[in-house]
Nanobody, 113 residues
Framework: QVQLVESGGGLVQAGGSLRLSCVTS????????LDWHRQAPGKQRELVASINNAGDPMYADSVKGRFTISRDNAKNTAYLQMSSLKPEDTAVYYC???????WGQGTQVTVSS
């Protein structure tokens, strides 16, 4: 059974940093691409960043230069390092394994101005 569990969210002031973690189980994590998405209140869920099995990252324009996605295959874990946070980054952040279309439960990130 494939499972994803996010952690690391919280309340931070604008300009601050947070690191999100996504621990996977039930899958050979090293083989697959993993995405981070977010959903703000009243808005559609959007793709934030993606990392393939070779470790190549991709970022949405809105977070490029501020967020860094990475993975540790030995720990079956992906990370999203978020810096220079803005109030508009406030959302529930989800990780996903697109090949399995499996999502985590989400972790809330709130950035105060």
């Amino acid at each position: 059974q494939v499972q994803l569990v996010e952690s690391g969210g919280g309340l931070v002031q604008a300009g601050g940093s947070l690191r999100l973690s996504c621990v996977t189980s039930g899958v050979i994590f090293s083989v697959y691409t993993l995405d981070w998405h977010r959903q703000a209140p009243g808005k559609q869920r959007e793709l934030v960043a993606s990392i393939n099995n070779a470790g190549d990252p991709m970022y949405a324009d809105s977070v490029k230069g501020r967020f860094t996605i990475s993975r540790d295959n030995a720990k079956n874990t992906a990370y999203l390092q978020m810096s220079s946070l803005k109030p508009e980054d406030t959302a529930v952040y989800y990780c996903r394994l697109p090949r399995h279309n499996k999502w985590g439960q989400g972790t809330q990130v709130t950035v105060s101005s």
